[in-house]
């Protein structure tokens, strides 16, 4: 094991344990405000055994992921091309610029009012606001990755005749790769927010939901064990995305 | 025939909204098989000369032609050596090698025969999956000349292709396409502010004024490597010893020093 890992597990144990100090053991912080161990314990054997908030653990995380997984991949097929657009055609970017602009300041969320109106109260609305939520930075990283290629490798490829699809694909895609996967990274992140607010809008399934359920029910067990599963999903799909971005980007590390 | 012909050539740039005039009646002949080197102050214009060459910028008048067809675009006809080696840093080093080929529909057999060859040939066998990051500087310029000479183009460009290595790496690989230019002459415009590379590598040397950059003098090289013999040296520094080396040599530097700017000193 290394340092790195030993620290940080050591730093894990210190937490859980100031956290059985804070509230078993002292009772400073009361069971109404925050959970101890064992409530959190017996929320998470709840919803994994018997379910809470209508489902149990495994449907509410699907349903996240599968909202998540719908925004993203919708975000990243359009601004990956229209990224792309813009920084290698100027009158594209002249021309898409000034709406972009207009759009980005927009707060995700801003978006729901308008989702739930053309799109009801189902998953459309939710992958709509994943959407605007994910599509900025793709496209913002995107455009700069292909912007910052150094100039010299674009000559060297068309010296070389490369063009078309080969000099997309095998040039231009692989240069601006570090900067593209900044951008999925971030898309993905502003995807499991925005996931969680616009399920606490309407839902009836989804860990956005559990938490809105659990907070109604005042119910600090459960609100945790809500929390704790977005962030393990989370942390679960920036790994593959990690895994993806290691295969594609693997002579960096040769 | 594969020369390469400037025109009447001239070429304006345009800052601040201000344009001034950057080469001005360049005529120049690289003759077929020639190994032209051109040397000047920075600034002078010499890049600008190969990328026109190359396709890679266009004058402002004149023309500029390569086997006797005038230069529109880039291409594999016309392979260029940048200083900055840019090689693909994604691909291995016979992906950068092959990666011409592949984009010029060569079939996968000839390809990876022409690329050995080529390996082979810079002394690159060994390094085929190795990543450029992984080579040193020059290492990485075989590759990109490897790259180059693959395509078995009409010209080479080569635009002060040893300007990043260290003075000893400089001097391998000077020898090494000297070697290279005996087994496999091409014609090369090779761009450089280095004297005595210029002198110990081409057939002819042209010296280029400031800016705007004009042609001040063409110095024959070959003539006087023949008639002293050169080739019988393995070692550039044993060219570099010869009188008649020394005598171009302080002869080119003399007009470089004239074209010097005063805030040069």
Known sequence: MSRRTVVGIATLLAVAGLWYLLTAATGWVGSARFPNPAEFGTAVKQIVTGGYAGARIHEHVLQSCKLVAMGFLVAVSVGLPLGLLMGWNRRAEALINPVFLIIRPIPPLAWIPLAIVWLGLGDGAKIMVIFFAAFVPSVINTHAGIRNIEPFLIEAARMLGVRGPRFVFGVLLPAAAPLIFTGLRLSLQASWTTLVAAELVGALLGLGYVLNAAAQDIFPAMILTGMVFVALSGAASTWLLGRLEQRVTRWRTA | ?265
């Open chain 2, 1 to 265: 025939m594969s020369d390469i012909v400037f025109t009447n050539v001239a070429r304006n740039f345009r800052r601040d909204g201000k344009e001034f005039p950057a080469l001005r009646d360049i005529n120049l002949s690289v003759r077929d098989k020639e190994f032209l080197a051109i040397v000047g102050p920075s600034g002078c214009g010499k890049t600008t000369c190969l990328r026109m060459a190359a396709g890679l910028e266009f004058p402002t008048s004149g023309t500029v032609a390569v086997g006797g067809v005038r230069v529109t675009r880039p291409g594999p006809d016309r392979a260029v050596v940048f200083q900055q080696f840019a090689l693909f840093p994604w691909k291995t080093v016979a992906e950068n090698i092959g990666f011409g080929l592949v984009a010029n529909g060569v079939a996968a057999a000839e390809r990876a025969r022409r690329v050995a060859d080529v390996l082979k040939l810079m002394n690159l066998a060994g390094y085929e999956s190795a990543f450029p990051h992984q080579l040193s500087g020059g290492m990485q310029q075989r590759v990109a000349i490897a790259r180059a000479y693959v395509l078995d183009p009409q010209v080479l460009l080569m635009d002060e292709p040893f300007g990043a290595l260290d003075a000893q790496t400089r001097v391998v690989m000077q020898e090494e396409l000297v070697r290279l230019a005996r087994v496999n002459p091409r014609t090369v415009l090779f761009i450089t502010h280095a004297v005595e590379e210029a002198v110990y590598l081409a057939d002819r040397v042209v010296v280029m004024s400031r800016r705007p950059g004009t042609i001040r003098e063409i110095i024959d090289v070959a003539s006087v490597r023949a008639a002293d013999s050169w080739d019988r040296f393995e070692k550039i520094e044993d060219v570099m010893d010869q009188a008649s080396f020394v005598h171009l040599r302080t002869h080119i530097w003399r007009l470089l020093r004239e074209q010097q700017a005063p805030d040069d000193h």
